[in-house]
């Protein structure tokens, strides 16, 4: 009887937890698993690093364009940085700024949950930051030292502007100016 009561509920009164927000995050979660299962995850990183890039273009024009600017300065970069994230809320702040470096805290990705087990997801993270600090500033390396990802309770990303000796010692993804130009 309770079946039958149960399907005497219109489908559109029934709570489920789907939504456009979670359906696009769980979209995403199981697109960028795919990869990492079919093709690893280096490659999967890779795909999903192109994504990353084309969005960091599109970013970083629409701050320029609301700002008025036609590059944005090292404190405008980790300012947009941090801006972007809190945006898809993501929660980032910044732990360190000087001319060589940017770090950057996260306590909430802006995947959730639908980001554990997936480190390719991160990728998004590295190529936005670093094609937007690449195209206003010359240069970025980016270290994703700390992960939600992997397991980790906050992120802790670094985006180096110049080629020191402790940047070029770090595992990261390098971005120059004009890699991103479409």
Known sequence: M??????ETPIKDITI?????VFLRTLIREL???????VGLEEASGFISV???????????????ALEVSYLTREQVADVL???????QGDFYIIEQTDEKI?????VCPFAEKVIDRPA???????????????????AKVELKETIAMGAPECQVVVYLKLTPEAEETQGREYFKGDNEG
């Open 51 to 65: 994504v990353g890039q084309n969005m960091g273009r599109q970013i970083n024009h629409d701050y320029k364009t």
């Open 32 to 38: 960028a698993g795919t990869l990492q299962d079919i």
């Open 82 to 88: 941090v801006d972007l994230k809190k945006r898809i």
């Open 17 to 21: 937890a789907l939504e456009r927000d």
């Open 103 to 107: 770090v950057l805290g996260n306590r």
């Open 121 to 139: 997801m991160c990728m998004m993270t590295s190529n936005v930051f670093g094609s937007i600090a690449a195209e206003n500033l010359g240069y």
């Open 2 to 7: 309770n079946s039958l009561t149960k399907a």
